[in-house]
């Protein structure tokens, strides 16, 4: 697919991860270190994919290898129809934005921007005007004859995916590229650069370790721990259903209820939580058996203030933020954490008060036993 939008041409291609797998040797006798263990993963054309995953979980070795800075040491990259796995970084037609910007502190914006064109040899005359177009694009007009010195972090960072997206790369490349601005830029910059890549349609894999901007900016996130993969799906999927502990724990606040399965109809189980029957759907990530234990998911926004809830608990914690309240709740033996985003309806309790809660039942999700995800090499 061929993208003319912005007059700056682009192509989209589909990236493949096939068995991918980097070991490390050890140093010093010990044990081989797997960085990134047997990974596969597919992004389609124009979509960009999103790693995330605590520091070390292997985010930068996947994207460095694709990249070509690191070859693996067994398994295949492919980008579109070529296998690139052994070929060389400058011939992948590959960019990559760091979070350090990395731009010559010597040269000018325009200069910057326009390297990239200058070492591959495009004639002068183009270099010129595609290099005009990206900074027109990227807008940044009064500041090309500018030092990086003499800019914000975030405008350098604009630099940066500037000189990215000059060369027209066939995949872009994110390494926490926004992680050294502050949050509301943050934010605004995260907007901006989704807005741009869509534009562009260029196929795009962006690593961080800040869920928010996952969810924000992705057609699919990949949450990965321990070099594996935990899940490749939706935000929205991720969130809602998530493959086991360690996702549901890591996208967003989870309450993690123990439960025991009381009967099973159709698709639907009854649960018991707290001495409560609820009504949970079943997935088929979860093998139940009657009497058995389940881990179930409530995310604190599952949880409401309701006369008619079945629940009683104590509050133990109020924190006030503005457009909600946070709580902890002291339901039996455990405490859950809550958000309430209609206070102004029903008040701000205080630590000590008495509350009926009522679960948002259909939200909830079920978990595997940690046993069973042991068994898949999950854990
Ligand atoms: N060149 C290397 N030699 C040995 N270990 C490495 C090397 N590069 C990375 N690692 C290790 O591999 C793991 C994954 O690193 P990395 O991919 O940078 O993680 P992330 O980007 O998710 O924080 C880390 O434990 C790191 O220490
Ligand atoms: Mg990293």
New binding site residues.
Partial sequence: MTNTNSNINTHSVDVKLTNLLKV?PSHNGGDN?Y?VDDIELDIKAGELVTLL?P????????LRMLAGFELPTSGSIHIGDENVTNVPPNKRNVAMVFQSYALFPHLSVFENIAYGLRINKVPKGDVIDRTYKVISLMHLEEFKDRLPSQLSGGQQQRVALARAIVTEPKVLLFDEPLSNLDAKLREYMRDELRKIQQRLGITSLY?THDQTEAMAISDKVVIMNHGKIQQADSPINIYTKPNNHFVAGFMGKANFLHGVVKELKNNMAMINIFGKSVLIRINDKVKLTENGPVECVTRPEFWEFSDTGKFIGQVTRTIYLGNHVEYEIAIGDDTISMMDFEHFKHGIKQEGDQVTLHLKEECVSLLPTRKEYIKEGLA
């Fill in positions: 490390f270190f960085a995953g520091s070390g979980c292997g985010k930068t070795t996947t690593v």
